[in-house]
């Protein structure tokens, strides 16, 4: 007779999820076919999710590269799963947050190994023979492989490794780059290599040995040397351009090893995913939809229930995702009662059992697989399942079994049959987490290591409570772990906490940055919190860096809530409105506004508390900025005007001299031009004196935003000009950048295509070196304007799609909008008008779903005008109204000038002219008000024609005095145009024609198609 519950096995096959697997089968032929798929396998704890995906990669396996990564509930380190996946396929480097790696040299070659162009920097820090060394291998790597294939690769890469140094081979056709790097290697060195082949193919298509040909494209290579991109060092110290270069690093690796063979990415109980990993996931499903990638992820619907905290990030990001038809969900249910029966018969090999035994299990277990095989265990080890003569017997009825009614004491029932020893070592691992090594729980129980492995050995085995991976355990279910863990006493819990914290002090200097985020949990647990205030200051940061903001506000709040234990701590008020400031950034850089200004303000309260003038005037600035991004200008302006009162007070001339132009921005968004002038005049005043470079340019960029609202587009071309210089002198990459881009939409307003074009391209060699994506975007929807204006549609719209994908590819939906925006006003010039409101209706969607209040009122009103094109008056009036209301409740002065000139003319075209009459009104004082010249053009413009409706000379005489040669073509058409209409004389017919045939010429746009034909009939 043989009862052990090793020799049984719990992992039996797949029963009852047919219909599951052929779903999820379905999907994997789609994704070797090329169609990328995101899965989500949802169901309670036990119920086979994993088992289920399992089943998947055992099919798979050999045709497959799979990645798989856990999400564990105590695991507070940003990207942990993805950590854990890429480092056990050895793909580390893709996640890697080390600087970009330094390019020692670089070589172009063709297929038999000459060398057609080099470049290569200073070698002082590399032995002359290896180098040689390496370089010889390079020769030697290209020539075999070639020979190998017979030249028919078209595109391959190879890496070759000597100590700190590597060799990268990318081959397309018939020639190869190789780079010899310094450092992790990097997939957007990897991409930047293939897009300088595949150009430099193009050139050396025919090459036959000429000097000419090679030294044209040196240049070409010589850029992996002389660009600062990979000089081995971040070019900028930028948390959010590092996030987004990691994550382009994580996709870029993702697809070039999915094109080889197809891959699964695993992601196991999302529900306890980091809000980074969630950030990453939704990253990777967005942008691999058209590659060989099946991404899965399993999460436990009772665990991401709303509560207290709002929505549970992965009920977020599943709503995201599906509004953006990326999610595919698989429930998993229980097991009816004939799969229970094929499960108990697979585990105990086919054995004939009583029904009734069957059904009390059934009902027992209520279908769910992991509670049946914990039963069976039971069963099997309190020897009520007993197997005699090779068959499996029951020796007394269910009944009279005390069979426990939840998993947890079954759990805890398995768990009391340990031996004292190995309790002792799952008690201790069970305070680590949910997985752990075994030099830690070596090191706080103090064992011999040999023996440590096999008592772990034996758990295993006998017992199945834990399993090992890669040099890790893991609790084979949460609830062993959490029986565990609360059968120990409080204060031994709390003892097993600080051994566990010193045990991994020993090692943290070894450059394992997860230790930090455990060394922060295991001090507090433990009660030292002084230590877990240092390790929780280092945590918070490391997330905030990181741009895992949701846990760097759990740090901060920890924190806020530490910081009264620590009788140590001095300016304990103080530390608390510095951590308040730090969790308010956080919240409004996510978005929640609300809860960042209950921050803010908090701080305030503490600060006036104090009496501290310069807290608390530095409280108001924080929330006076949050104000402003959220329209409340009213507050934004008090807020501000407080904070730089008591900045002169308190003679802190740099600070005030910052608070007016924070005074200056809030005067700006209003379209308060002459209000916002006052206090940057008084800055500039100041600035000078100050010497300070930083406030010029701080006050160079408010000028030139001052002047360009106002229409004087010379005047900010100039202050932005002063602002480059200084930045140049600087050497701020993102900053040029960004001035640039402002002078761009200068150069377009003043219709400089070429000037316009010129700097947006250079405004794109600077993203490509800092990795913006941001201002990538920025320059390439500049360059979309330029053609569009210029009536380039095709290239209008070209440029127009590549910032739309890389909007969505970045998850910035307010840029999505924006263009989407542009191209509906594109479709508009086309006349092709179901294209445009569908481009408008997608922005309007996005700008009310993001809260961008003047975005969406700008996308309203631009419907109406579309409407209003289309003949559809009711509509037009129905969204001029609604855009109008906006203008109004929130004191958008430019919109609201704009729209109600434009809702003037619709009631004109229905000849309602007194309505009419008074909304351009309006509209001119407002317009004069904040020097918006094309709108007071076009508002005067109809000041005429309903002055002609009761004295018609007096109309024309009125228009004809607006001609003037500072009018700009398309404004001296329209003004010919309506002085036609209203005097019939062909003189101003024929010069009207004239001019919108030119302009015609120049950009085909429907409107003027229709104005001319109407003139020529």
């Not at 002047?707 to 000009?721: C, P, V």
């Not at 405004?763 to 979309?784: F, H, P, R, S």
Request: include cysteine; aromatic fraction near 8%; hydrophobic fraction near 35%.
């Amino acid at each position: 007779m043989d009862d052990k519950i090793h020799e049984v096995s719990f992992s039996p096959t797949l029963i009852g999820r047919e219909k599951e697997f052929d779903d999820l089968q379905s999907l994997w032929e789609e994704i070797k076919g090329g169609t990328g798929h995101t899965v989500f396998i949802s169901g309670e704890a036990g119920i086979g999710k994993t088992r289920l995906v399992n089943e998947l990669i055992q099919k798979a396996q050999e045709d497959v590269t799979v990645i798989k990564g856990w999400c564990l509930a105590d695991a507070f380190e940003p990207l942990m799963p993805f950590n854990e996946g890429f480092r056990e396929v050895g793909l580390s480097h893709l996640i890697s947050e080390s600087p970009p790696p330094k390019v020692i040299s670089a070589y172009l070659m063709d297929d038999s190994g000459l060398m057609i162009t080099e470049a290569e920097r200073d070698m002082s820090g590399l032995d002359p023979d290896i180098f040689a060394s390496m370089l010889s291998a390079v020769g030697n790597f290209v020539t075999d492989s070639l020979s190998m294939m017979g030249n028919k690769q078209t595109g391959g890469l190879n890496t070759l490794s000597y100590g700190k140094h590597s060799i990268i081979i990318q081959t397309d056709g018939n020639l190869s780059l190789a780079t010899i790097i310094e450092g992790e290697s990097s997939e957007l060195l990897i991409e930047d290599m293939k897009s300088v082949l595949k150009e430099i193919g193009k050139e050396l298509k025919d090459w036959d040995g000429s000097e000419n040909a090679a030294m044209e494209v040196a240049p070409k290579i010589r850029w992996f040397i002389d660009s600062k991109k990979y000089s081995g060092v971040h070019l900028v110290d930028n948390p959010k351009i590092k996030q987004e270069n990691l994550f382009e690093n994580v996709l870029l690796g993702l697809r070039r090893i999915s094109s080889e063979k197809p891959l699964i990415i695993f992601l196991d109980d999302m529900h306890w995913a980091d809000n980074s990993s969630l950030k990453l996931f939704h990253y990777i499903s967005r942008n691999t939809r058209n590659n060989k990638i099946l991404i899965l992820g399993t999460y436990r619907p009772e665990d991401v229930i709303q509560s207290e905290e709002g929505i549970h990030p992965l009920k977020t990001l599943m709503q995201n995702m599906s509004r953006e038809s990326l999610l595919h969900e698989i429930p998993v249910g229980r097991l009816d009662s004939p799969a229970i029966e094929t499960l108990i018969k697979n585990i105990l090999e086919d054995v004939e059992l009583k029904e009734e035994f069957i059904n009390n299990i059934y009902t027992e277990s209520e279908g769910n697989p992991f509670f049946t095989l914990e039963v069976i265990k039971m069963l099997i080890e309190e020897r009520h399942l007993k197997r005699v003569d090779g068959n499996w017997e029951v020796n007394q009825n269910l009944e009279d079994i005390n069979i426990p009614s939840k998993v947890y004491d079954i759990v805890s029932r398995r768990v009391d049959r340990l031996i004292l020893e190995h309790r002792e070592l799952l008690e201790c691992a069970s305070v680590v987490g949910e997985e752990f090594e075994s030099g830690v729980i070596g090191n706080i129980m103090d064992i011999n290591r040999v023996s440590l492995l096999k008592n772990l050995n034996v758990i295993e085995r006998n017992h199945n409570l834990i399993h090992a991976i890669n040099l890790k355990y893991r609790f084979d279910h949460r609830k062993i772990r959490e029986v565990l863990y609360n059968g120990i006493i409080e204060e031994l819990r709390e003892e097993f906490h600080k051994m566990i914290a010193e045990a991994y002090e020993s090692i943290k200097d070894e450059g394992r940055q997860d230790l930090i985020f455990e060394l922060a949990k295991h001090w507090d647990k433990g009660g030292v919190y002084d230590k877990a205030y240092e390790y929780y200051e280092q945590a918070a940061k490391i997330a905030k860096d990181s741009y895992a903001n949701k846990q760097a506000i759990e740090f901060y709040n920890r924190l806020l809530e530490i910081i009264p234990k620590l009788d140590t701590l001095e300016d304990t008020e103080k530390k608390t409105i510095h951590y308040l400031h730090k969790k308010g950034d956080c919240l409004k850089t996510i978005g929640e506004w609300e809860s960042a200004g209950d921050a803010y303000s908090k701080s305030i309260d503490i600060s006036e508390d104090l009496g501290d003038k310069k807290l608390i005037a530095d409280c108001k600035v924080k929330l006076g900025n949050l104000r402003l991004r959220e329209a409340r200008y009213d507050e934004s302006l008090k807020l501000c005007k407080d904070s730089s009162s008591l900045y002169k007070e308190l003679g802190d001339k740099n600070k005030y001299c910052e608070s007016l132009g924070n005074i200056g921005s809030v005067y700006n968004s209003i379209s308060e031009y002459d209000k916002a002038m006052e206090f940057l005049t008084e800055m500039q005043k100041i600035a000078i004196r100050l010497h300070d470079s930083n406030l010029m340019s701080q006050l160079y960029g408010n000028m030139g935003s001052t002047h360009y609202g106002r229409g004087e587009l010379d005047e900010s071309l100039e202050f932005y000009n002063k602002k480059l210089k200084i930045e140049e002198e600087e050497e701020d990459l993102l900053e040029i950048g960004y001035t640039r881009v402002n002078m761009a939409s200068i150069y377009v307003r003043l219709q400089e295509y070429d000037k316009c074009m010129d700097m947006c391209h250079r405004v794109l060699e600077i993203a490509k070196k800092t990795g913006d994506k941001l201002m990538e975007q920025n320059a390439l929807g500049k360059l979309g304007i330029s053609y569009a204006e210029q009536g380039d549609y095709s290239k209008g719209l070209e440029y127009y799609t590549k910032k739309l994908n890389l909007a969505e590819k970045m998850g910035d939906r307010r840029s999505a909008g924006y263009v989407a925006n542009n191209i509906g006003e594109l479709y508009k010039e086309k006349g092709e008008y179901e294209r445009a409101l569908e481009y408008f209706e997608k922005d309007m969607k996005i700008s009310k779903e993001v809260g961008d209040k003047k975005g969406y009122s700008i996308t309203v009103g631009n419907m109406g005008n579309l409407y209003k094109l289309m003949g559809e008056y009711e509509k037009a009036e129905e969204l001029y109204d609604e855009t109008i209301a906006i203008g109004r409740e929130h004191d958008i002065k430019d919109v609201l000038s704009y729209f109600l000139s434009d809702k003037a003319d619709l009631c004109f075209k229905q000849n309602l002219i007194q309505e009419a009459k008074k909304l351009n009104d309006e509209a001119i004082a407002l317009a004069e008000r904040i020097n918006m010249s094309e709108t007071l053009f076009l508002a005067h413009l109809l000041e005429a024609k309903l002055i002609s409706e009761t004295d018609k000379n007096r109309g024309i005489d009125i228009l004809d005095g607006m001609l003037d040669d500072e009018l700009t073509d398309p404004e001296k058409a329209k003004l010919l145009y309506e002085l036609y209409q209203m005097s019939g004389d062909d003189k101003y017919k024929k010069d009207a024609l004239e001019f919108y045939t030119k302009l015609y010429e120049k950009n085909p746009s429907k409107h003027y198609q229709d104005i001319i034909e109407e003139m020529e009939d």
